[in-house]
């Protein structure tokens, strides 16, 4: 069985214990306090997945071997097709790849690091990838070449854009066809636009010198997969631009009137690839323009697939965690609370279908429970943000959002800059905000709260938060971020997920012993439980007031007209919990 090989967990401390740091906390600047208890500094880092790199890829071996198709298309194609990877980072349940090797009698993968991607963000200029996720994107291009190779193909990686790279490509190989995965957002689409464009000059090596002209017989096509989602697009109950408003409604449709595709399997070999001298070479990240970044303390993420299909294995068969999921998914602490697939999602090291797969697979050998149904229902989250990206189109990324609501927002850059360094004065906000500097993740939790304290404690402009979001994310996706930012901030198209996140009330909520703010903010570890999310003068002075008062129990009679109160909080709370609803 491949659960029986998930046994070797490790989580890792960087300094053994009797090396860890001991230091006495000075508070804010302008606190004279010393404390003479010494504290233990937290310096543990948590591989995600916690296998050794042998047993990752001994588990994705298994993995690949189970999805082998023994039956497959038969091969009938000619000449060369390329498959381009975009987010699609993956060998299993990659329909681009299938089709490329189907048409074809050689195929040629290709990565194009396109400087667009390492450049500023729209509105405020942050870097567009920060150094956790070039880092995680490098581990993820490191795997699938080994991946690819050990199927009889290898991957080219090259330095620019695509439109400029494919065709080149083209021409030189005589490429019939390049396959990619569709995207859906303004950016992703602008290339693809661009790309079909530049290849559609190519006049293929067949035609030469019989003096025609480009035409679509005779030029390189492109052909656009979709594999992003769970349920196909085409398997919608309806089109995308009539996709419904709220979302329990697009739920109860797919889940009534779809299917969820099986995996595209793989075949034993793809090869030949055509001849190639020089692969080129997986980018370090200072040629990206970064620093080398290296996680110091909580989770750290190994990029790839291989990494990816073990941390399936490890959550749902080695720990037994999809048991109990939709009662620990509300979490802030470790990497057990909830999956933590989505840096690999985003990549799409991990095809969403996989994981619907293992649950099905788990439901049948072990236990099907309220848990179990969870996960599939928060990955049709996922499936809905990505669809309205496509009715919805560049109204996700504008202030108004697509409800076009008009607001007054702040941009104030001192508020801001304390929101981002997790420096706000209150515990919750800046020990979610010191996770995302360090780690590149937050849990969901985290981040409604840490949004809904931006756009309503501190007014500031949801966009900045967003883009600082697609900076530090490793599981940036612009359909899920923009998407999640446009319902925290009230202008997203269900105006009924409008709502106020009261920090007393979550942080008694979900970190009532202060464990998870005493871990980001070690200095609030000597304080005693019930002062650690509220220290007075014994941390940062809170930069903002709280818009509904400073006190533990949240007055719903104080909240002003428009805003959504707790008990529309646990309303929402109850209609996300309620499987019947
Ligand atoms: P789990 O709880 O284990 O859920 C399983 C999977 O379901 C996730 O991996 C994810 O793919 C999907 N999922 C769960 N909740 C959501 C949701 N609200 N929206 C969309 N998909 C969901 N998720 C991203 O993948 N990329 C983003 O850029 C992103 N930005 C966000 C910004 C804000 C302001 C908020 C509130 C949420 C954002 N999310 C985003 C959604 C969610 O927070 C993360 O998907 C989740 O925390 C990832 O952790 P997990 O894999 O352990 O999730």
Same mark, same amino acid.
């Given at each position: 069985?491949?659960?029986?090989?998930?046994?070797?967990?490790?989580?890792?401390?960087?300094?053994?214990?009797?090396?860890?740091?001991?230091?006495?906390?000075?508070?804010?600047?302008?606190?004279?306090?010393?404390?003479?208890?010494?504290?233990? !500094?937290? +310096?543990?880092?948590?591989?995600?997945?916690?296998?050794?790199?042998?047993?990752?890829?001994?588990?994705?071996?298994?993995?690949?071997?189970?999805?082998?198709?023994?039956?497959?298309?038969?091969?009938?194609?000619?000449?060369?097709?390329?498959?381009?990877?975009?987010?699609?980072?993956?060998?299993?349940?990659?329909?681009?790849?299938?089709?490329?090797?189907?048409?074809?009698?050689?195929?040629?993968?290709?990565?194009?690091?396109?400087?667009?991607?390492?450049?500023?963000?729209?509105?405020?200029?942050?870097?567009?990838?920060?150094?956790?996720?070039?880092?995680?994107?490098?581990?993820?291009?490191?795997?699938?070449?080994?991946?690819?190779?050990?199927?009889? =193909?290898?991957?080219?990686?090259?330095?620019?854009?695509?439109?400029?790279?494919?065709?080149?490509?083209?021409? !030189?190989?005589?490429?019939? +066809?390049?396959?990619?995965?569709?995207?859906?957002?303004?950016?992703?689409?602008?290339?693809?636009? =661009?790309?079909?464009?530049?290849?559609?000059?190519?006049?293929?090596?067949?035609?030469?010198?019989?003096?025609?002209?480009?035409?679509?017989?005779?030029? *390189?096509?492109?052909?656009?997969?979709?594999?992003?989602?769970?349920?196909?697009?085409?398997?919608?109950?309806?089109?995308?631009?009539?996709?419904?408003?709220?979302?329990?409604?697009?739920?109860?449709?797919?889940?009534?009137?779809?299917?969820?595709?099986?995996?595209?399997?793989?075949?034993?070999?793809?090869?030949?690839? #055509?001849?190639?001298?020089?692969?080129?070479?997986?980018?370090?990240?200072?040629? =990206?323009?970064?620093?080398?970044?290296?996680?110091?303390?909580?989770?750290?993420?190994?990029?790839?697939?291989?990494?990816?299909?073990?941390?399936?294995?490890?959550?749902?068969?080695?720990? %037994?965690?999809?048991?109990?999921?939709?009662?620990?998914? %509300?979490?802030?602490?470790?990497?057990?609370?909830?999956?933590?697939?989505?840096?690999?999602?985003?990549?799409?090291?991990?095809?969403?279908?996989?994981?619907?797969?293992?649950?099905?697979?788990?439901?049948?050998?072990?236990?099907?429970?309220?848990?179990?149904?969870?996960?599939?229902?928060?990955?049709?989250?996922?499936?809905?943000?990505?669809? =309205?990206?496509?009715?919805?189109?560049?109204?996700?990324?504008?202030?108004?959002? #697509?409800?076009?609501?008009?607001?007054?927002?702040?941009?104030?850059? *001192?508020?801001? @800059? !304390?929101?981002?360094?997790?420096?706000?004065?209150?515990?919750?906000? @800046?020990?979610?905000?010191?996770?995302?500097?360090? +780690?590149?993740?937050?849990?969901?939790? &985290?981040?409604?709260?840490?949004?809904?304290?931006?756009?309503? @404690?501190?007014?500031?402009?949801?966009?900045?938060?967003?883009?600082?979001?697609?900076?530090?994310?490793?599981?940036?996706?612009?359909?899920?971020?923009?998407?999640?930012?446009?319902?925290?901030?009230?202008?997203?198209?269900?105006?009924?997920?409008?709502?106020?996140?009261?920090?007393?009330?979550?942080?008694?909520?979900?970190?009532?012993?202060?464990?998870?703010? !005493?871990?980001?903010?070690?200095?609030?570890?000597?304080?005693?439980?019930?002062?650690?999310?509220? #220290?007075?003068?014994?941390?940062?002075?809170?930069?903002?007031?709280?818009?509904? &008062?400073?006190?533990?129990?949240?007055? %719903?009679?104080?909240?002003?007209?428009? +805003?959504?109160? *707790?008990?529309?909080?646990?309303?929402?709370?109850?209609?996300?919990?309620?499987? *019947?609803?």
């Amino acid at each position: 069985m491949l659960h029986s090989l998930c046994t070797n967990l490790r989580p890792i401390k960087t300094l053994p214990p009797t090396e860890f740091a001991l230091f006495l906390h000075k508070f804010s600047t302008n606190n004279t306090m010393q404390f003479s208890k010494p504290i233990r !500094a937290e +310096t543990t880092v948590h591989q995600v997945p916690g296998f050794c790199s042998e047993e990752i890829d001994r588990i994705a071996e298994q993995t690949f071997r189970r999805y082998t198709a023994e039956s497959l298309p038969k091969r009938k194609g000619k000449g060369v097709a390329i498959v381009w990877f975009r987010n699609d980072l993956r060998v299993l349940d990659n329909e681009a790849l299938l089709m490329a090797w189907v048409s074809s009698e050689a195929v040629l993968p290709v990565y194009c690091v396109d400087p667009r991607l390492f450049s500023t963000t729209r509105y405020f200029g942050f870097p567009k990838t920060g150094g956790l996720r070039a880092q995680f994107l490098i581990e993820c291009l490191a795997d699938l070449k080994k991946n690819l190779m050990k199927r009889g =193909l290898d991957l080219l990686i090259q330095n620019g854009k695509p439109e400029e790279i494919l065709p080149s490509l083209a021409k !030189a190989y005589g490429v019939h +066809t390049v396959y990619a995965q569709k995207e859906t957002c303004s950016e992703e689409l602008n290339v693809e636009r =661009l790309v079909s464009k530049s290849l559609q000059k190519v006049v293929l090596s067949s035609s030469i010198g019989q003096s025609v002209k480009p035409n679509s017989t005779n030029s *390189t096509k492109l052909e656009l997969i979709w594999g992003s989602s769970m349920y196909h697009i085409d398997d919608l109950p309806f089109s995308c631009n009539s996709l419904p408003d709220v979302y329990t409604q697009f739920r109860k449709s797919v889940e009534s009137k779809s299917k969820v595709r099986s995996c595209i399997k793989i075949p034993t070999s793809l090869g030949p690839a #055509p001849s190639i001298k020089d692969w080129g070479c997986i980018p370090e990240i200072t040629v =990206l323009g970064l620093e080398k970044a290296k996680v110091s303390k909580g989770l750290a993420f190994v990029g790839g697939e291989s990494a990816a299909v073990s941390r399936v294995c490890e959550y749902f068969w080695t720990k %037994n965690l999809l048991r109990t999921y939709k009662e620990t998914r %509300n979490g802030m602490l470790g990497p057990d609370y909830s999956t933590k697939f989505s840096p690999w999602l985003a990549s799409g090291s991990l095809s969403p279908r996989f994981i619907y797969e293992e649950v099905k697979r788990f439901e049948r050998e072990r236990e099907s429970n309220d848990s179990t149904y969870w996960v599939l229902f928060e990955l049709i989250w996922r499936d809905y943000f990505r669809f =309205l990206s496509i009715k919805q189109g560049n109204s996700i990324f504008h202030a108004g959002g #697509p409800r076009k609501v008009e607001a007054n927002w702040s941009q104030n850059p *001192t508020l801001f @800059d !304390a929101w981002r360094n997790g420096q706000t004065g209150y515990p919750l906000i @800046d020990a979610n905000m010191k996770e995302l500097l360090t +780690t590149g993740f937050m849990s969901n939790r &985290g981040r409604q709260i840490v949004c809904s304290f931006l756009v309503r @404690d501190m007014n500031i402009d949801w966009r900045m938060g967003a883009e600082w979001f697609e900076t530090c994310l490793l599981d940036y996706d612009p359909c899920s971020n923009y998407g999640n930012w446009t319902y925290g901030a009230g202008v997203g198209n269900d105006p009924r997920e409008d709502r106020y996140f009261s920090i007393p009330k979550q942080a008694q909520n979900y970190d009532p012993e202060g464990e998870f703010v !005493a871990y980001w903010l070690p200095q609030l570890r000597v304080l005693p439980k019930e002062k650690r999310h509220f #220290p007075g003068l014994l941390y940062i002075k809170p930069v903002v007031a709280l818009k509904f &008062g400073n006190t533990k129990t949240t007055n %719903n009679k104080t909240m002003g007209s428009g +805003t959504r109160t *707790t008990a529309d909080e646990n309303r929402w709370k109850g209609r996300k919990g309620n499987r *019947t609803q």
